[in-house]
């Protein structure tokens, strides 16, 4: 059972923006930190982004701040990630996961943190 399903993917050219959008149907994601990672083939799991449960605490990878805005929405169980200003760099597979906790932490850009994921979506930057 698929319980983090993440949309809006796709190719833009530089300079584009893309929404990308972490859905799931159960509740309990809604009290739980939650991140935004890429992967690129070679390179690992980079974190990108992370919001704690209430969003009060929100965490950025240096590459895309300014860049980037992640954001909740607790009633309807959703965790967004708006990218704007996308450069070639940006390409890779956008994944969503989730931690056990509400809190995210000082290393919310670690992939071990994170025991749940979904099954990633694709964003292409061209120059």
């Known amino acids: 059972q698929v319980e983090l399903v993440e949309s809006g993917g796709g190719s833009v050219q530089a300079g584009g923006s893309l929404m990308l959008s972490c859905a799931s149907s159960?509740?309990?994601?809604?009290?739980?930190?939650m991140g935004w990672f890429r992967e690129v083939a070679g390179k690992g799991r980079e974190g990108v982004a992370a919001i704690d449960a209430i969003g009060r605490t929100i965490s950025y990878a240096d590459s895309v701040k300014g860049r980037f805005t992640i954001s909740r929405d607790n009633a309807k169980n959703t965790v967004n990630l708006r990218m704007d200003s996308l450069n070639p760099d940006d390409s890779g597979v956008y994944y969503c996961?989730?931690?056990?906790?509400?809190?995210?932490?000082?290393?919310?850009?670690?992939?071990?943190?994170?025991?749940?994921w979904g099954q990633g979506t694709q964003v292409t930057v061209s120059s």
């Open positions: 159960d509740l309990k994601y809604s009290v739980k930190c």
């Open positions: 996961g989730a931690q056990s906790r509400a809190w995210c932490g000082d290393t919310w850009g670690a992939p071990d943190d994170y025991n749940i």
